[in-house]
């Protein structure tokens, strides 16, 4: 149980183009959603958190306009990288917790992206 | 805000050895604290976690240990096995709201 993909695994794209990154939950419904971004040998930075039917809210210095977040069913949510830069290149992985895992966070395998 | 610490950065250990990575968070706030293992190129798994009412948690070879009043927890791992190699992630939160993560300890287990 609790298993969350991700779509597309990896996805390279020209600079200012946009890329959308799908987020499902398959077994579970998820009524929290949450991105985070990795870079190489670092740590999970959280970028945003959205609950269904409601806007996201982003963490500090994350720009909304950028980073595209919809979250529109209880087992999907999306992510939507706008006029992508080099400087957007990363790891991208988004994590799920259902109405009955009250604390519990269950991570999708990421989405490489990588911007030329 | 919360910040986690995490050490050591990388540890080696022989086949069989036990492992032990240790966290710190600043916030008394944080009630809920999960441990992940993360494979190359894939996402995080959860593998333990503890809440604040408990001390201690074991799963098989895993256990995890907390200590509220220093604000310290850790990550035990026995018998330990060449699979066991990957990067391991201890995060804090308050009630699974806005996880925070440590910078992660690269486990090297060697046969």
């Known amino acids: 149980g609790a298993v969350v993909s991700q779509h597309p695994s990896w996805v390279i794209c020209k600079s200012g183009t946009s890329v959308k990154i799908e987020c499902r939950s398959l077994?579970?419904?998820?009524?929290?959603m949450f991105w985070y971004r990795q870079f190489p040998k670092q740590s999970l930075m959280l970028m945003a958190t959205s609950n269904e039917g409601s806007k996201a809210t982003y963490e500090q210095g994350v720009e909304k306009d950028k980073f595209l977040i919809n979250h529109a069913s209880l087992t999907l949510s999306t992510l939507t990288v706008t006029s992508a830069h080099p400087e957007d290149s990363s790891f991208y992985i988004c994590?799920?917790?259902?109405?009955?895992?009250?604390?519990?966070?269950?991570f999708g395998p990421g989405t490489r992206l990588t911007v030329t | 805000g919360e910040n986690v610490e995490q050490h050591p950065s990388t540890l080696s250990v022989q086949e069989g050895d036990s492992a032990v990575i240790k966290c710190t968070y600043s916030?008394?706030?944080?009630?809920?604290f999960p441990w992940y293992k993360q494979e190359l190129g894939k996402g995080p798994q959860l593998i333990i976690d503890?809440?604040?009412?408990?001390g201690e948690k074991k799963d098989q070879r895993i256990a995890v240990t907390l200590n509220k009043t220093a604000k310290h927890f850790s990550l035990h791992i026995t018998e330990t096995q060449p699979e066991d190699s990957a990067v391991y992630f201890c995060a804090a939160s308050v009630y699974g709201q806005n996880f925070v993560f440590g910078p992660g300890t690269r486990l090297s287990v060697l046969p």
């Open positions: 994590s799920a917790r259902g109405r009955d895992s009250s604390y519990e966070q269950y």
């Open positions: 916030d008394s706030a944080s009630n809920y």
């Open positions: 503890i809440r604040s009412n408990v």
């Open positions: 077994d579970f419904q998820a009524t929290t």
